[in-house]
């Protein structure tokens, strides 16, 4: 199973896109800030990181910068995801040595899951069985985000709900006797 790291300091994006690395079997490893990031490719050795470029503590070019000049972490494959969209942003990172560069107002969710799958030559594991849907799930995110003109605040929009299912009646049980009370 291919670990995937994670760096996102907006938590709603990180929440999100960590249960859509999930659902692909990816294990996900998260980090909300630059610093933590170094820790964490250093400790965890992870496959390939998704880094965010605008963050507290240390920037995502910084941090890709370190990682590089790091020999644990030199040849981890790194995919930066940004809302900076400046062809000089986009050089920038690619000359630290992101192996490739997104834009999030430019990119689905599916768009990401495909560039990580990409990158890593496919290598998510097949689930032996494929789970049952929840019956009900409110709060499952299943549309990609769509991004406010603001830079790193994410409007989620809701994907079409699908068709109402008729409940099914719970299967009732035969009264159970009393048992007697001890006095």
Not at 109 to 115: H, I, Q, R, S
Request: net charge negative.
């Amino acid at each position: 199973m291919a670990k995937i790291l994670l760096v996102e300091d907006d938590v709603n994006l990180r929440e999100i896109y960590s249960a859509r690395f999930a659902a692909e079997s990816y294990q996900v490893i998260t980090a909300s800030d630059g610093e933590e990031a170094l820790a964490t490719a250093v400790r965890e050795k992870p496959d390939l990181i998704v880094l965010d470029v605008m963050m507290p503590k240390i920037s995502g070019f910084d941090v890709l910068d370190i990682l590089r000049s790091t020999p644990e972490t030199k040849t981890t494959k790194v995919i930066m995801m940004t809302a900076l969209s400046q062809d000089s942003d986009r050089q920038r990172g690619e000359a630290l040595g992101a192996n490739k560069y997104l834009i999030k107002s430019q990119v689905t969710l599916e768009d990401v899951v495909n560039a990580v799958k990409s990158q890593l030559g496919g290598t998510a594991a097949t689930p032996a069985t494929t789970p049952a849907a929840p019956a009900a799930a409110p709060t499952a995110v299943t549309a990609a985000p769509s991004l406010s003109a603001t830079p790193e605040a994410p409007v989620i929009t809701p994907a079409a709900a699908p068709a109402p299912v008729a409940p099914t009646p719970a299967p009732t049980a035969a009264p159970q006797p009393a048992e007697p009370s001890a006095q």
